[in-house]
């Protein structure tokens, strides 16, 4: 896109004889000096105003424009050197004005594979060894990227272009613009190729993850405006037990817990904002009473468990714990012992319930996990699972932005040529597909990838942010938290 520079303002020149309004002025003053000369007062007044009315609207005619208001945008795929610091300057929210103190909540649902109805599937009859476990670290750096101080840094560090960080900024502000008057997001709408189910908790915490990725909360970043209300409209809905999901209890449900509970585990590690510490806690110890007997979650509270669900779960307690709230840690020996239960016989695949086959998707999920349970980066069966990613690269004809959501975490936490071969695609892959005008600008549209008519235009918008957000979401754990 070519720049365009502002246009010049023409200065004020004085009057000269080629100047049209000139010389109309000349013939109306010689005129009216031949009829003022026998003319009664009140005919003298009327000529007179009537001269300043017509000079007057002369001079409006000829005064100069207003500079137009300009935007220069630069894109780039390379890395590094040519990040400049992004900026947002548009018209005020008038979200703005509001400065009521406020807390927060997380998103959303899914309903076949990983996002399907209840299998029946039998157990298998003695859960895998785990061998080589260790005890996780404290987490609390992880979030530290999001700090405006180190983004920059961390984007020329990890490979994120200006490109990528112009994709974030487009996305939050689609977000922005689909906003409810009520503070929280939809689904279904108002925007095109929305779910085919409603679930306004998950979707507005969806949106705040999106937001609290790119380091605003509710008091900083450019749309704190977006955060304060998005976070009251949740915390409304938080329940005396702990329950964020409300109705009826469907395969939304346990999704919608636990990822309320992640968003209000980071603002609160973000901001720590007392007033959210209560509300958090009370959201975790729901989940940890909700934990199945198998060590993982399902749709049900305390019944069964498959990977998807869980991983949810487990990112949401690990944030929990991040933010230094109180998670009891049998919870994450419960986890991986169901891990092994999922996991094929060299424990490098994963599956979604015990007894299926692997799949990418709770490969990535699962490894995930294992890397926040304490994997070193060096494990054997980690290495092999990351390779077997790499096979499943990110391809357009095949979009499934749920598996590529946890792929590009797991990649990123390795590094080294793992995440370069993945962020070599995806930098370039995701941005170039984003809608690029008309209302939907910013948004990415759910047609073609594997569950978007289960989330809907705003849930596959949202894992596309997260994704471009990578650089600085979360810290490569192996880099800047174990080995501290």
């Known amino acids: 896109m070519a720049n365009r520079q502002p246009a010049k303002s023409p200065s004020r020149q004085e009057p ?3 100047d049209p309004s000139v010389d109309l002025l000349e013939i109306l003053n010689r005129t009216i000096s031949e009829v003022v000369e026998g003319a009664p007062a009140w005919l003298v007044s009327l000529i007179f105003h009537l001269v300043l009315l017509i000079g007057l609207g002369l001079w ?60 029946a599937v039998p157990e298998a009859p003695e859960p895998i060894s785990s061998q080589r476990e260790v005890v996780a670290p404290s987490l609390g750096r992880v979030l530290d990227g999001r700090k405006p101080a180190s983004r920059k840094a961390l984007l020329k560090a990890y490979g994120g272009t ?13 977000l922005r613009r689909n906003r409810k008057k009520d503070g929280g997001w939809s689904l279904t709408g108002p925007y095109k190729d929305g779910s085919r189910d409603e679930n306004r908790e998950s979707a507005t915490a969806l949106a705040l993850l999106a937001f609290q990725g790119a380091g605003n909360t509710t008091n900083k970043g450019a ?32 999704y919608t817990q636990a990822q309320a509970t992640m968003a209000v585990s980071e603002l609160f590690a973000m901001t720590g904002d007392e007033d959210l510490h209560e509300p958090a806690q009370r959201a975790v110890d729901y989940c940890v009473r909700a934990q199945s007997s198998q060590g993982g979650w ?28 109180d998670v009891p840690s049998q919870v994450f020996i419960d986890v991986s012992r169901f891990l092994d239960r999922v996991a ?3 424990m490098d695949l994963y599956a979604y319930v ?33 390779k077997y990613l790499l096979d499943h690269p990110i391809q357009w004809r095949q979009e499934n932005s749920y598996y590529w959501y946890y792929a590009t975490q797991v990649m990123h936490h390795m ?41 809907g235009r705003l849930f596959n918008t949202c894992m596309h942010i997260y994704m471009l957000e990578v650089y600085y979401r979360h810290l490569p754990i192996y880099e800047h938290v174990y080995q501290d």
């Open 60 to 119: 409006f005619i000829a005064a100069p424009d207003v500079n137009p208001f300009v935007v220069q945008m630069r894109f780039a795929s390379d890395t590094g050197e040519q990040l400049e610091e992004m900026t947002i300057d548009m018209a005020p929210d008038v979200d703005q004005l509001d400065e009521e103190q406020i807390i927060a909540q997380l998103e959303l649902p899914l309903e076949t594979e990983p996002l399907a109805a209840a299998i």
């Open 344 to 346: 094929n016989p060299n």
């Open 223 to 254: 749309f704190r405006a977006q955060v304060r209300r998005g976070t009251r409209f949740l915390l409304k809905r938080l329940q005396d037990n702990g329950k964020f999901y409300s109705g009826r209890l469907d395969n939304h449900a346990l």
């Open 16 to 18: 000269t004889t080629e």
């Open 354 to 386: 015990p007894g299926e086959l692997p799949k990418p998707s709770m490969t990535a999920e699962a490894l995930l996990c294992r890397q926040y349970l304490g994997w070193p980066q060096d494990d054997e069966r980690l290495i092999s699972g990351v």
């Open 298 to 325: 399902r749709y049900h509270p305390g019944h069964d468990a498959d990977t998807s669900v869980t991983g949810w779960f487990l990112v949401a307690l690990k944030s929990a714990q991040m933010a230094g709230l």
């Open 415 to 455: 590094q080294g040529d793992d995440w370069k071969q993945w962020n070599n695609v995806m930098r370039v892959e995701l941005p170039a597909h984003q809608v690029d005008e008309g209302r939907d600008n910013g948004s990415w549209s759910p047609n073609r990838d594997r569950w978007g008519v289960y989330g």
């Open 162 to 174: 200006a490109l990528t960080e112009a994709a974030v900024l487009r996305g939050l502000n689609w």
